[in-house]
């Protein structure tokens, strides 16, 4: 089964601060994305990356940057924390294009104050 | 920007019925999928139906496509406790582009 991890569940975090949230998955997939999810207004694409060192921008990138050092990881940054990013965050991988199913991570509630 | 949106926002109904959820979306697609989300949880895929396809089996699901009506409908026969979750349809954003858009979702509860 293909497993797709999550640095953390719950996350409290400082304005202002910056923060990593750490993603990995197990089955050599070529491409992983960063969603937030919000009620309300669904899953909306942050950051995706097809390849190790390649990304693109999602739907909404801003504040936020990613790092794709190895196949397996890929991570979100928030350089700058603000109260406006406390959101589920989900990770997803797939092995392919479109036409392949996306396999989430269990999720990580961050909380900014 | 929103390509699948469900309907409806929420449904709640008794253990034993069927539950039906909608999704339309605006541009031509290569496929639709459908996800379940249990509460506080990541997404689980359901089921992929392609644009050539019109009806799909899977267990309890059955997942309908009308490409002309650009709508797709999963329902769910005869429902369990168990599955109260969010359902959640994904469309391929077109133009070769890699993404998946997703709608926000319908709420279904499953009353024992």
């Not at chain 1, 990770?91 to 990580?108: I, K, N, V």
């Not at chain 2, 253990?15 to 999704?23: D, L």
Request: aromatic content about 8%; hydrophobic content about 30%; glycine content about 8%.
């Amino acid at each position: 089964d293909v497993k797709v991890t999550q640095s953390s569940r719950y996350l409290v975090k400082r304005t202002g601060e910056k923060v990593f949230l750490e993603c990995v998955q197990d089955m050599d997939h070529e491409n992983m994305f960063w969603y937030r999810q919000d009620p309300g207004l669904g899953l909306r694409l942050i950051y995706f990356s097809y390849d190790v060192k390649m990304k693109e921008k999602g739907d909404i990138p801003e504040g936020y940057s990613v790092s794709r050092e190895k196949k397996e990881r890929f991570s979100l940054i928030l350089e700058s924390a603000s109260t406006n990013q406390t959101s589920m965050y989900l990770c997803a991988s797939r092995e392919g294009g479109p036409l392949y199913e996306q396999y989430f991570g269990p999720g990580t509630r961050l909380t900014v104050t | 920007s929103q390509q699948g949106e469900e309907d409806p926002q929420a449904l709640s109904i008794q253990e034993g019925e069927n539950a039906t959820m909608n999704c339309s979306y605006k541009t031509s697609i290569n496929n639709l999928q459908w996800y379940r989300q249990n509460s506080g949880r990541g997404l689980v895929h359901l089921i992929l139906i392609r644009s050539n396809e019109r009806e799909k089996h899977s267990g309890r699901l059955r997942v309908t496509l009308d490409t002309s009506k650009k709508s797709s409908s999963l329902l769910i026969t005869a429902s369990r406790a168990a599955d109260t979750a969010s359902y959640f349809c994904a469309t391929d954003a077109g133009g070769g582009s890699e993404k998946l858009v997703f709608g926000k979702g319908t709420k279904l509860t499953v009353n024992p």
